[in-house]
């Protein structure tokens, strides 16, 4: 069985981190398995800033963002049409294992390169919600 800690809290004050809280209630009886953080995927997903929306020059329905991420600009292909510049949207680097989606990877969508993915709520596995890029 699976237990969030947050389910925990609902029931008792716990005062200590993870790992003890497992050795805690192994110790107490409760074998614990395993102790996986659900959302560590998120550590390859970024915030970053739209500089810049064009067209896409081989697609109607893709445009190309020039994304700040704080350690440079990159070039994204996209599909959504809910964004603008000056948005904070969060950004999957390459090598970022998303749980819906796989890993992302740097490479060329209709001959323009992309260096990772600008993410709905759905991609990031926050909540079903595919209607567009998740603006911060």
């Not at 440079?72 to 292909?77: A, E, F, W």
């Amino acid at each position: 069985m699976k237990v969030s800690v947050s389910w925990l809290t609902d029931y008792v004050a716990i005062d200590r981190d993870v790992e003890a809280l497992a050795e805690a209630l192994t110790m107490a009886g409760l074998e614990v398995e395993a102790v996986s953080d659900r959302y560590a995927y998120l550590t390859g997903v970024v915030v970053g800033r739209i500089v810049e929306i064009t067209s896409h020059p081989q697609a109607d329905r893709l445009v190309l963002c020039r994304v700040d991420t704080g350690e440079g600009v990159k070039s994204i292909v996209c599909g959504a049409s809910n964004i603008k510049e000056t948005d904070l949207v969060p950004v999957a680097l390459p090598g970022t294992q998303l749980p819906t989606v796989g890993k992302i990877e740097a490479g060329q969508i209709r001959g323009v390169v992309s260096e990772g993915m600008l993410c709905s709520q759905a991609e990031l596995g926050l909540r079903p919600d595919t209607s567009g890029i998740f603006v911060l």
